[in-house]
Each structure stands twice: as C-alpha cells, then as structure tokens.
C-alpha cells in the first residue's frame, strides 16, 4: 500500500504530455506570421496558469520570460535556428583521452565545451628580475652591434677596424662585472 502511494504523488504521464503539448503548440504560435500578438501572449499566460504541472525548469523561465516581454511591448518572435553549422560551432568538445575502440568501453570524459568566439585570457606572467649588470650589458650589445653592421659589405669599414669589434665588446663586458 506504501508503494502505490509513492507512485500516486508524482504528477501523471497525461499531465506531463498535455503540458508538453501545450508548450510546443505555443512556441508554434510564436514563430506563425499570421497569429496576433494578443493570442501569443494569452497562449503563454494560460501555459504558465494551468500546464507548468512536472515541466522543467527551462520551459517554464522560457514561457515566463516571453509573458515579460509581451508586458514590456515587445512583440518580436523568437529566431529559430535551422541551420546544423550554427548548432555545431556552439558546442566544441575537446576530448581528454583516445576514443574507445570497441563498444563495450566507456566512453571517454570530455572537457567544458570552449566558445568558438572568445580568447582564452592570459594570466601576466610576473616580471623577470633583471640580471647583473644588464643596463651595462646591453650597451655593450649595441656597440657590437652598429660596429659589425659597418664591417658590412656595404657598411665602409676599415678591415683593422672590423677586427676590433669582438675584443672591444669583450672589454666593455669586463668592465660591466668589475
């Protein structure tokens, strides 16, 4: 006797279908050109007094939020997406291990889906310490450098001239550490 009267408390199968019913005959009036607004809305109203009975969630903030915005004026019909490519590009999921081979394993975990239009955020790695001596360092960087750029084809260096970059850079560097 206690079985049947745990069974008897949830709401019925016909309760739950006239509900579902119900909602998609409204949605239909929503994306239907020539039904008036006021008929919509008198829909959406009678759904949420008498049919919201075992339904989720979702359907019914759905159903209360187009009430809103038939309150608020607004009267736009909802945009009903038919096209495969716009479902497919919302929901990317990345799999964390290979596809199972055979059909008997378990399917593989897989992470949150990723947006395909935002960036992931960069975390600001925190600023390097500076080395020794570095300021002093990339002086000397520099002057090897414009002095082996004269020593270029093209740059009009003499040849004893070019022959004193590398020593010359490696007085500087001394000089840097003393």
Not at 22 to 31: N, S
Not at 107 to 128: L, M, Y
């Amino acid at each position: 006797m206690v079985g049947l009267a745990a069974v008897a408390c949830g709401p019925s199968v016909q309760s739950i279908y006239e509900g579902d019913v119900r909602f998609e005959h409204c949605y239909r009036l929503d994306l239907d050109l020539n039904i008036a607004p006021t008929h919509r809305e008198a829909c959406w109203k009678q759904w949420l007094n008498s049919y919201t009975y075992g339904q989720p969630r979702d359907r019914i903030e759905y159903a209360r939020r187009r009430v809103r915005t038939f309150a608020a004026g607004d009267i736009t019909r909802p945009t009903l997406e038919t096209s495969g490519q716009a479902r497919v590009e919302r929901r990317q999921f990345y799999v964390v291990v290979p596809e199972p081979t055979s059909a008997h394993a378990s399917p593989p975990p897989i992470a949150t889906p990723v947006e395909a239009h935002t960036e992931p955020t960069a975390v600001a790695a925190p600023a390097p310490i500076p080395t020794p001596a570095s300021g002093c360092a990339s002086d000397c960087d520099a002057a090897w450098h414009s002095c082996e750029a004269a020593c270029a084809p093209d740059g009009g260096a003499s040849e004893a001239a070019c022959k004193s970059c590398t020593p010359d850079y490696k007085r500087c560097m001394k000089r840097c550490f003393d």
